[in-house]
């Protein structure tokens, strides 16, 4: 008998939690599967052509990771907004009691506004992204430094703003978290763990099965966005011992970081592909925080929830409702990573 912690798998199947929702991916496409106001659930399907698929590069070693970072950020963020727009009563009653100038708005730009809507929420999303995870650990650490008279050496540097990075993060994602939408979103992520779990195990996806199964999964995003964290730290430090005056630089210093940024997401999404297919010590280490962090990003679903999960993961599979044993299958390549809101 085959050693466990070489348990391998079929097919890959990943998903995202949405407004009383879940999308899966999996061998018969994208699927999302939402819980409408009078209670049923609605599953259809997300049509979306890979950019590995449309050239080739996309596809290779390294690259593929930027690619499909990106990818899912924009199909994810489509996804979310459409479950709201579906599920949401309030939004709804919004658009019914819209004023003459929005009315005309939408009837002559239409999507053409939305994208520019979306298109400004990205910009600003990244201007905060780059406020609190780039700029404001170097600030703090200057701060910090000048007023102790330069005491910490610079090579300390790219250590100490990754702790303030660390810091930041799970205190954004605590307070969220306390969010009333976002707590219910979480149970969503919770369910979509527990159904990929029981698919996983070889189970029927049922209520019954799904709801034993832990919430916590190593190839989550969160886990993927903990993996590039520590990835920055590792090669910002390297840097910094190898070129300390890069360190002395605010502006210089921040611009190499970002410059950085393509390679850390290719490192951590080979690195996650890599964890879905071995379960050594480093994979342990590695994904040992963000699997804490799932404490805070996942909660348990109830089983109105559970059913959901199952529904989506059921239309991704396309009716193949367990895998062969799990000691004779492959091992799944690992989908893009999930979107943290």
């Not at 650990?137 to 005491?151: E, K, R």
């Not at 976002?182 to 919770?190: A, E, I, S, T």
């Not at 994979?283 to 805070?296: D, T, Y």
Request: glycine content about 8%; aromatic content about 10%.
């Amino acid at each position: 008998m085959k050693n466990k912690k070489n348990r391998k798998y079929p097919v890959s199947v990943g998903g995202q939690a949405l407004m009383e929702g879940i999308l899966m991916r999996g061998p018969a496409g994208s699927y999302v599967s939402l819980r409408l106001p009078d209670g049923s659930i609605e599953t259809y399907e997300k049509k979306i052509k890979p950019l590995k698929e449309r050239f080739k590069p996309f596809g290779w070693p390294m690259i593929r990771g930027i690619a499909g970072f990106i990818e899912s950020l924009v199909f994810g963020y489509r996804c979310l907004m459409e479950s709201a727009e579906k599920t949401m009563p309030d939004i709804k009653d919004h658009q019914e009691n819209e004023s003459k100038i929005d009315r005309w708005l939408t009837d002559h730009f239409g999507e053409k506004m939305l994208s520019a809507i979306g298109l400004i929420s990205g910009i600003l999303g990244f201007a905060l992204a780059f406020a609190l995870f780039y700029w404001l650990p170097s600030f703090l650490f200057d701060t910090v430094n000048n007023a102790a008279g330069g005491v910490i050496d610079g090579k300390w540097r790219a250590l100490a703003e990754g702790g303030v990075r660390v810091v930041i993060f799970v205190a954004y994602m605590f307070l969220v978290s306390k969010m009333k939408d976002v707590k219910r979103l979480f149970m969503y992520h919770g369910a979509e763990h527990k159904a990929i779990f029981c698919f996983e195990n070889g189970e029927e996806l049922t209520v019954e099965h799904i709801r034993k199964h832990k919430r916590f999964h190593p190839r989550c995003g969160t886990s993927f966005i903990f993996v590039m964290i520590i990835i920055s730290i590792l090669l910002s430090s390297i840097l910094a011992l190898l070129f300390p005056a890069l360190t002395g630089i605010r502006p210089l210093w921040i611009f190499v970081k970002l410059c950085l940024a393509p390679l850390i997401i290719g490192l951590g999404y080979e690195f996650i592909r890599y964890a879905g297919r071995h379960n050594n010590i480093l994979v342990k280490i590695f994904a040992a925080p963000g699997l804490w962090m799932q404490r805070i990003t996942t909660a348990e679903p109830s089983d109105d929830i559970i059913e959901v999960a199952a529904e989506a993961l059921k239309a991704a599979l396309n009716g193949l409702k367990q895998p062969p044993p799990a000691a004779e299958t492959e091992a799944p390549e690992t989908v893009p990573p999930e979107n943290i809101p």
